[in-house]
Nanobody, 127 residues
Framework: VQLVESGGDLVHTGGSLRLSCVYS????????IAWFRRAPGKEREGVSC????????NETDSVKGRFTISNDNAKNTVYLQMNSLKPEDTAVYYC?????????????????????WGKGTLVIVSS
């Protein structure tokens, strides 16, 4: 399993970025893929989650209405579209995946103990 993030950059407050996570080595429908972030001096937090089995998504309250997670099966890529960025969104963003089994009725879920992690991509939002 491999997860490779890209798209991090320096942007001004109010700007937008789209992060990409190219995944390989697993069947998307059997996994949950999430974006986490770690801001300087803070604990890692979950940002958004996509359940491969049914396509459901959720986001943490602080990014609702601003961030959207999506998947492009043809490109094996999960995106995080980030709009109306704020300085408090500054962090290293990580893509992570957790295994389950859709056809056995045990869909994967997002939680802090994900099975696989990417190396991260840095987002800096200047005020």
């Amino acid at each position: 399993v491999q997860l490779v993030e890209s798209g991090g950059d320096l942007v001004h407050t109010g700007g937008s970025l789209r992060l990409s996570c190219v995944y390989s080595g697993f069947i998307f429908e059997d996994y949950a893929i999430a974006w986490f972030r770690r801001a300087p001096g803070k604990e890692r937090e979950g940002v958004s989650c996509l359940i491969g089995c049914d396509g459901s998504t959720n986001e943490t309250d602080s990014v609702k209405g601003r961030f959207t997670i999506s998947n492009d099966n043809a490109k094996n890529t999960v995106y995080l579209q980030m709009n109306s960025l704020k300085p408090e969104d500054t962090a290293v963003y990580y893509c992570a995946a957790k295994a389950g089994s859709c056809w056995l009725g045990y869909p994967a879920k997002c939680d802090p103990m994900m099975d696989y992690w990417g190396k991260g991509t840095l987002v800096i939002v200047s005020s």
